[in-house]
C-alpha cells in the first residue's frame, strides 16, 4: 500500500509548488543515482527523508501531500564523487534548491558546506562524516499576494533617470525611516524614501543584488561582510537580510510590497543580476546548492581536466549558458521575477560571460536568441555591464538590439576630459550626443547608452576628486585590491582639507560631472549617494564594507545640501527640456533654413568647430548647442516636440575664458543662464553674438526661446 508521500508529482515547474494540499517538489539532475528530498522543522532539525523515485528527462519529481506553506526542505543527491571527471556528489551534504522561491537562514561554515574532505590539497577525497547541514534552507512559499492593479510605469528609457543604490545602505542611517525598515525591502519605499525619489527627480532605482547570496568564509574570518552581494546562490530567492520580519517567506512579501508602492510612485525598478558566476567557487569551494546536484550541468568546466573551472568571472567558475537546462534555469528565473514579482528590469553583471558560445562573445548565443524571442523578457528593459574578466570580454557598443550597455567609454572620457587631458574633444562630442559611434548602425539608439561617471565598484563621486590614492585598508587585502583608477584625480591635494579654494574645486567638479551626466543624450545613472556627497574615505573597493563607510549618510551640511539642490535642477532641467533627451540621433541636418541645424559645435571664441580644432590636443573648452525643434524630435502622435533651443558650454581647462555665443543669421532671443557649476545662483542675460565669462573647470547651461511664430511655420 502506498503512504501518503509515494505520489510521483510532475516534473515542472521545477522547485516546490504549493496548491494548499500539498507540495509538488521537481529537480534536475542528469548524473545522480538518487535524490531524496530532507524535510526541516523549524528548528533545523531534519524530520523526513522521501525518496523521489519518478524521473522524467532527468527531472526528479515527488508530490507530498500535508505538506503546509513555510515548510523548510533541501535535498541529498547520491552519485559518484569522482573530481577528475567532474562528478562532486555527496549525499551527506544538504543541498538547496536552486528553484526555492525563499530562503532560510543562512549559510553556516561549521554546519558543513564541504563535499571533500577539507585540508586536502585537490580536494580529491569525499567527506564521510560530519553533519553537512550548513546550506541555507529552501522555504515552501504561498505565493498569492494583492497586487491591488500593479502596473509597471513603462518609462521609456530616454526619459529615464536610474538611481542604483543597496538596499541595505539607502536607509541604514535615515532617521525618519522606521527604525524597524532600515536596511530592509520596507525601508526603500517607505514613505521618506519616497518623498525624497520625488523630490530628487529620479523615475528608476536599480538595486544591487537581492538573489540571495553568500558570506565567504575569507570574510567572517576577518569579521566582514559581503555589502554588494555579487555572490548569488539562490535565483529566484529575495535575500532574507533585508526583510523586516524574521520569518519564512516573509521577505517575498515585503519585497512585493516594496515594488509595488514605487510602482504607485511613478519609479521602476530594476534588478542588478548575477547570473554569470555563483558563491560556490572553484574546486575547493563549498558544495552549497549547483555543485553538489550537476556539477556538469551548471558549470563550465575544463575539458581537459574537468575538475577545474573556466573562471571568466573572476569568482573561481562560470555558469555553464551553453547546457540548455541552465540556460531555462535562468530564463526561468528572470521570467518569475517579472511575472510573480513584478520588477521591470534587469541589469546583468559581466554580461559578456553568459554570451560566450564557446570561448568568444558571441551576439548569435542562446541567450541572447532565446531572450530576443521571449514574449515577456524581450519587452523589460535588458542593460548589460558589457564586459567580462576574460580575453575579448570587453564588448561596449558590441551587444544586440534591444539592448542598453553600461557605457564604460563614456565613464572614462568624462573622467580624463574634466582632469583636464587634451585631445578628447572629438570623442567628448560622441559621448555628449548619445554615442552615435557605439549605438546608431545596430538599429539602437542613444537610450542604449546607459551613461555614469561612477558606479558602485569603484570611487564615489566625491572621492573621485578628493583622493590620489585608493584606501581600502579596512577591506584587510593590504590594499591590493580594488582599481588603481584615480591617477590624480583632484588638483593634487590628498585626503580632507581646510583649503577653502581646495573645497570650491572639488564642489565644482562634482557638479561638471553630475551636469554633464545629466546634460547628456542617453540615459543617465546616478550612483546613490553621489547627489548628498557620499564619502567612503577613499574606499574604491567597499564590497565588504558593511558599515557606515558604505551607508548614506543623511545628516546633511550646507556644502551637501548645496549639492543635492543642484543635482534636482539638473534633473528638473532634463526633465523639461525634451532637446536634452532626444528619442533618436542627431542627423546634422538644417532644420531652421540654412543656418540652424539639430546640434551644432563651437570653440569658446563662438566660430564652428573646424576639422583641424577636433583633433587638437590643446582644447579643452567647446561650446554645443542643440535645437529645440528638429525634424526626427516628436511625441508619440509623430508630431514635432517644440522646445527652447540649449546651448551648454564647458572649460575643462585650468584657466578662465570668455565664451562668446555664436551668431547665427535671424536669431533675435537673448540666451538665459539656467545651470552654472561655478555659482548655484548665478541668473544671466547674454545677446546673441555677446559673450560670458567662465572660470576654469566650469561647466554652464543657456536656454533661449525656439517657440515663437519665427517658427510656427515648421512641419
Not at 519518478?54 to 535535498?75: D, I, L, Q, S
Not at 562524516?129 to 500593479?150: S, T
Not at 540571495?212 to 566582514?224: R, S
Request: proline share 5%; with cysteine.
Amino acid at each position: 500500500m502506498k503512504t501518503r508521500a509515494d505520489r510521483p508529482g510532475v516534473p515542472y515547474p521545477l522547485g516546490a509548488t504549493w496548491d494548499e494540499k500539498g507540495v509538488n517538489f521537481a529537480i534536475y539532475s542528469e548524473q545522480a543515482s538518487a535524490v531524496e528530498l530532507c524535510l526541516f522543522d523549524a528548528s533545523g532539525a531534519e524530520q523526513r527523508r522521501i525518496p523521489l523515485r519518478e524521473r522524467t528527462a532527468f527531472v526528479w519529481h515527488v508530490y507530498v501531500p500535508g505538506v503546509k506553506a513555510g515548510t523548510h526542505y533541501g535535498y541529498r543527491v547520491s552519485g559518484p564523487y569522482e573530481p577528475s571527471q567532474g562528478l562532486r556528489f555527496n549525499e551527506n551534504i544538504v543541498l538547496l534548491d536552486p528553484y526555492a522561491r525563499a530562503v532560510d537562514g543562512h549559510e553556516q561554515w561549521g554546519k558543513g558546506l564541504f563535499a571533500y574532505e577539507v585540508g586536502n590539497p585537490e580536494g580529491d577525497t569525499k567527506k564521510s562524516d560530519g553533519p553537512g547541514l550548513g546550506a541555507p534552507r529552501g522555504v515552501v512559499i504561498n505565493p498569492q499576494f494583492d497586487w491591488e492593479g500593479d502596473a509597471s510605469p513603462k518609462v521609456p528609457l530616454h526619459q529615464m533617470v536610474i538611481y542604483e543604490t543597496s538596499v541595505r545602505g539607502l536607509t541604514m542611517r535615515h532617521p525618519k525611516v522606521p527604525e524597524a525598515m532600515r536596511g530592509k525591502y520596507g525601508g526603500v519605499a517607505s514613505d521618506p524614501m519616497l518623498a525624497y525619489f520625488k523630490a530628487l527627480g529620479i523615475n528608476a532605482i536599480e538595486l544591487l543584488p537581492v538573489h540571495a547570496f553568500v558570506d565567504d568564509k575569507t570574510l567572517l574570518d576577518k569579521g566582514l561582510h559581503n555589502y554588494w552581494g555579487y555572490n548569488s546562490i539562490a535565483f529566484f530567492a529575495p535575500e532574507t537580510r533585508f526583510r523586516s520580519i524574521d520569518k519564512p517567506g516573509e521577505g517575498v512579501i515585503e519585497f512585493k510590497e516594496m515594488v509595488k508602492r514605487l510602482h504607485r510612485a511613478g519609479i521602476e525598478v530594476i534588478l542588478d543580476v548575477v547570473y554569470n558566476h555563483t558563491a560556490e567557487g572553484n574546486h575547493l569551494g563549498p558544495s552549497i546548492s549547483f555543485k553538489g546536484i550537476d556539477n556538469p550541468t551548471y558549470y563550465r568546466l575544463t575539458p581537459d581536466d574537468p575538475r577545474f573551472y573556466f573562471d571568466y568571472t573572476g569568482t573561481g567558475n562560470t555558469l555553464n549558458v551553453r547546457h540548455p537546462q541552465t540556460l531555462q534555469l535562468i530564463m526561468d528565473s528572470l521570467r518569475y521575477w517579472v511575472t510573480d514579482m513584478h520588477v521591470d528590469g534587469f541589469r546583468f553583471d559581466l554580461a559578456s560571460a553568459l554570451a560566450r558560445s564557446l570561448h568568444d562573445v558571441d551576439q548569435l548565443s542562446s541567450f541572447f536568441t532565446i531572450i530576443h524571442q521571449d514574449p515577456i523578457l524581450s519587452q523589460v528593459k535588458l542593460i548589460a555591464e558589457p564586459w567580462d574578466v576574460g580575453e575579448g570580454g570587453y564588448q561596449v557598443g558590441n551587444f544586440p538590439v534591444r539592448w542598453a550597455e553600461w557605457n564604460g567609454k563614456y565613464r572614462d572620457l568624462m573622467r580624463s576630459f574634466w582632469k583636464g587631458d587634451g585631445g578628447l574633444v572629438g570623442e567628448l562630442a560622441y559621448r555628449l550626443s548619445g554615442s552615435s559611434d557605439l549605438y546608431q548602425n545596430d538599429g539602437r539608439r542613444p537610450y542604449s547608452s546607459i551613461n555614469f561617471v561612477v558606479a558602485h565598484d569603484g570611487f564615489t563621486l566625491r572621492d573621485l576628486v578628493s583622493y590620489n590614492e585608493k584606501h581600502n585598508e579596512a577591506n584587510g587585502e593590504d590594499g591590493r585590491d580594488g582599481a588603481n583608477d584615480n591617477q590624480s584625480w583632484n588638483c593634487g591635494v590628498e585626503g580632507p582639507t581646510d583649503d577653502p579654494d581646495i573645497r570650491r574645486l572639488r564642489a565644482r567638479q562634482q557638479r561638471n560631472l553630475l551636469a554633464t551626466l545629466l546634460l547628456s543624450q542617453g540615459t543617465p545613472m546616478i550612483c546613490g549617494g553621489d547627489e548628498i556627497g557620499r564619502t567612503q574615505g577613499g574606499n574604491n573597493n567597499a564590497y565588504c564594507q558593511d558599515n557606515e563607510t558604505s551607508w548614506h549618510d543623511w545628516e546633511l551640511d550646507d556644502e551637501r545640501k548645496a549639492l543635492l539642490a543642484f543635482t534636482r535642477s539638473c534633473i528638473r532641467i532634463r526633465a523639461e527640456h525634451p532637446a536634452l533627451r532626444r528619442a533618436k540621433f542627431f542627423k546634422g541636418r538644417d532644420i531652421r533654413g540654412a543656418d540652424i541645424k539639430d546640434i551644432m559645435w563651437f570653440r569658446h571664441d563662438g566660430e564652428a568647430m573646424s576639422e583641424q580644432d577636433w583633433g587638437t590636443s590643446y582644447t579643452r573648452a567647446i561650446q554645443l548647442m542643440v535645437a529645440g525643434l528638429g525634424l526626427d524630435t516628436t511625441d508619440d502622435e509623430g508630431k514635432p516636440i517644440v522646445d527652447d533651443d540649449m546651448l551648454l558650454l564647458i572649460n575643462a581647462g585650468h584657466e578662465s575664458l570668455d565664451f562668446h555665443m555664436p551668431g547665427l543669421e535671424g536669431d533675435a532671443d537673448d540666451w538665459q543662464l539656467l545651470l552654472d557649476t561655478n555659482d548655484d545662483g548665478a541668473t544671466e542675460s547674454v545677446p546673441t553674438g555677446g559673450k560670458t565669462h567662465l572660470e576654469g573647470r566650469s561647466l554652464r547651461l543657456f536656454r533661449r526661446d525656439a517657440r515663437g511664430d519665427r517658427f510656427s511655420s515648421l512641419p
